[in-house]
Each structure stands twice: as C-alpha cells, then as structure tokens.
C-alpha cells in the first residue's frame, strides 16, 4: 500500500474517482486492499499487533478484523480522490449525520482560536473538506509528503476550499510561530495527534498501554487559551459518513511543564473511546506501544 503513495498513483486514482461510479471504486478498493493484505507482510503484522492491543481479539476474529480494516482504508482513499480538488462540494452528498456543530460555533465565539485534533480513525480529510464547505476558515498542520511534487497536489487540493497548510517537521522551524499567530487571530487549527515526529511527543496511556501523542495541542492552548476539539469522521455501514464533533477538553491550567502530559492524557482518553467503537476504521500503521 505504501507503494501507492506517490504522485503518479495519486493523480491516477483522482481521474479514476471522476470518472467510474462509486460502487464501482468501492470494488476497485477492495481489490486493492486484497492486494495490501497479500504483499505487504509487515504492515499486516503492524496493522494486526496494533489491533489486538486496542480489541484483545486473536485468532480468526483477528484476522477477520485487519481484513476489515485494509478494505476500510483503501474505501476511505476512494471517497478522497472523488472529493478531491474542485469537486469537493461531493463531501457534503456523502454525509449521513452531523454531531456537535454548536461546540465549534461556542469555541469561535470566544475568540481565542480552536485547535482541532483528530486522530487516524475514520475520514479525517474528509472532514476538512465538511468544515471548510461550512465556511469554517481552517489551517491543517501536517509533516511533509514524501515528495514535494505530492505536497505541492495536496495543498492545492486544500487550498481551492481556502484551507491553509503548515508544514511541520525538520526544517520547518517557525511552524509553531505561525500556528500560533492562527490561533491568535481566532483561526482553527487542524491536526492529527496521535503519530508524533521525533521528539515532539509525551508518553501516554491508551489500551492500558505506553504510547506517543503529540504535545501540540497541550502547548498551543497553555499559551493561547484556544479551546481544544476532537472531531472524527466515521463510516456507517451504508456507506456514508457521521461527523462528530465532541465537546472540547476541559484543560488544565498551571506551569506547561506540570500540566502538558495530563492534558495530553486527557485528549487520548477521548480517542481511545471511539477507536475501541470502530476498530476496523483505526488507520495507525505504525507501530505504536511499548511493553505494558
């Protein structure tokens, strides 16, 4: 599957999604994701370890399970490229159900900024794509693409929608400088948290087992005041998708160095509820825990 993730591939798969009915790249994803599960033996035994820490399943519900969430992935790229770029507005047709709007309509009335976080688990692009269209004015943060030809696509994709895009990672020094003056102008920031880059990350607990969360969020709020919201996008068995958007995390307020892995805590506690909910829509393939 990582083999997929190149431009050329990206630029493909985006003229397929316009052109070929839905169900119909719903089957060309299954096929792929058949292909995934075949090929590439170590992603399945990440995929399959990560799985069972966050279920405690084995054997053949396992393996039913990965299954599950291999197709569920390539399904999710398929619904990317469909609303991709100037078709974006096909994000809204494949929504089943809105949760939560009021708590980003209270966060914005406040003025101090909203940071979003989310994780690997359901369509989280698409969610950008669902908040922009709703006219939210939203900066995604995210590491580089494997390529720069690929990162040039993808921010262009965000971009038609006005949504803006802060590198983060080696190089990108003054990433949190602008992360904060978005925040400071009462700007939404969007983030994934819970695959840190090197050096950036808290220990945590999740499964009842160590792991890695960024430390973003904690740090951007101790010294903004910006209310921090886990939003998700699931899948429904239809094959449409709920948008949820929980109540913010209440912050602890004190030094950041006493604070920052409570607060940090407190948000993986929100993930690990909706990722022990839908399993087969948790997308981390990375190895993620430590020993217990």
């Known amino acids: 599957m990582r083999s997929l993730y190149r431009i050329g591939a990206f630029k493909s798969a985006f003229a397929l999604a316009q052109l070929l009915p839905r169900p119909v790249t719903r089957k060309i994803a299954d096929a792929l994701a058949w292909w995934g599960l075949r090929c590439s033996h170590d992603l399945k035994k990440i995929v399959r370890n990560n799985l069972a820490v966050a279920t405690g399943f084995s054997g053949a519900k396992l393996d039913a399970l990965v299954r599950g969430n291999f197709r569920n992935f390539a399904r999710m790229l398929a619904d990317y490229f469909l609303c991709a770029g100037d078709h974006a507005s096909r994000a809204n047709e494949l929504l089943d159900s809105t949760e939560g ?17 989310t994780a690997h688990l359901g369509h989280w692009e698409l969610g950008g794509l ?20 690929l990162m040039r696509w993808r921010g262009a994709c965000r971009r038609h929608l006005g949504i803006g895009t802060v590198a983060v990672g ?8 602008e992360m904060l003056r978005t925040l400071r102008g009462n700007g939404c920031l969007a983030m994934l948290v819970d695959r840190p880059y090197h050096g950036t990350g808290v220990t945590v607990r999740q499964f009842d087992r160590e792991t890695q969360f960024s430390t973003g969020p904690a740090m951007l709020a101790h010294h903004t005041g910006a209310a921090v919201i886990p939003a998700f996008v699931l899948r429904l068995p239809n094959h449409r998708y709920r948008a949820i958007t929980c109540p913010p995390v209440e912050m602890i307020r004190g030094p950041l160095r006493d604070t920052m892995q409570q607060n940090t805590q407190r ?18 393939y990375v190895p993620l825990f430590q020993n217990p």
């Open 101 to 117: 709007w009021d708590h980003i309509v209270k966060a914005q009335a406040a003025g101090r900024g909203i940071i979003l976080v």
């Open 130 to 149: 669902l908040l922009a269209l709703r006219g939210l004015c939203m900066t995604v943060v995210t590491l580089p693409e494997p390529s720069d030809e």
């Open 170 to 177: 080696p190089g990108h020094d003054f990433a949190f400088v």
């Open 267 to 284: 948000i993986t506690d929100v993930f690990e509820v909706l990722t022990r909910e839908h399993p087969d829509q948790w997308f981390n």
